[in-house]
């Protein structure tokens, strides 16, 4: 996909996810691996109203070439696709059930949410936990850079979620998977629930990665 495609879905996956509360205002980022760097949306932008022509261009040392200011999310984005070869696309949201389970007590920091979902096991598995970090500091990026090199999502303490995927719709769509399993959880949690067993895990894994 041309780069100017790639910016036209970058604005109508950011409106999208907007419209259906997964973030508000001014809050998450997206980014978009190409040939000759990175495409990240500007610092303080809402998704809902992105305009693709004002949307950063970063090299892979973090110097912006075109667009506005990058979000202060920035370096997070280039640890993750450091850690990923393989990741063409990174979702970072504020959505409202995973951040609300970020913050609880007793949660497990190497994987949060169990497999309520086979869907869950599919696109995400594992979701370790990063402690709390301010946004923007360099031990965040750190941190989940060395999380990401084994894990498409993770869960930051007090903030939200970082999932990284094949191309944009991959990334979205894993995303969106995250927040509704962790509004499942949060629904389910006081109440005498089920997962799917280790062998229903282990053959979903073999067979979908």
Do not use: Q
């Amino acid at each position: 996909m041309s780069e100017d495609g790639v910016r036209g879905k970058m604005v109508v996956h950011g409106r999208s996810l907007f419209d259906r509360g997964y973030t508000c205002g001014g809050s998450g980022n997206m980014s978009a691996r190409l040939a000759d760097g990175v495409l990240v949306t500007p610092t303080n932008s809402c998704l809902g109203r992105l305009e693709s022509n004002r949307i950063s261009k970063l090299t892979w040392d973090g110097e912006l070439v075109s667009g506005d200011p990058p979000s202060k999310e920035w370096a997070l984005h280039l640890a993750v696709y450091r850690a990923r070869p393989d990741a063409g696309a990174m979702v970072h949201l504020h959505s409202p059930h995973a951040v609300a389970v970020s913050c609880l007590n007793g949660i497990n920091p190497d994987n949060v949410l169990p497999p309520l979902t086979p869907y869950f096991v599919m696109r995400i598995g594992r979701l370790p936990l990063v402690p709390y970090y301010p946004p923007g500091d360099p031990g965040l990026a750190d941190a989940t850079g060395r999380l990401a090199a084994r894990c498409r999502g993770i869960l930051l303490a007090h903030h939200g979620t970082v999932v990284a995927g094949s191309d944009l719709d991959d990334a979205v769509f894993t995303a969106e998977e995250l927040e509704e399993t962790a509004r499942l959880f949060l629904m389910l949690r006081h109440e005498n629930f089920a997962v799917l067993n280790h062998d229903a895990v282990e053959k979903l894994r073999k067979r979908f990665g």
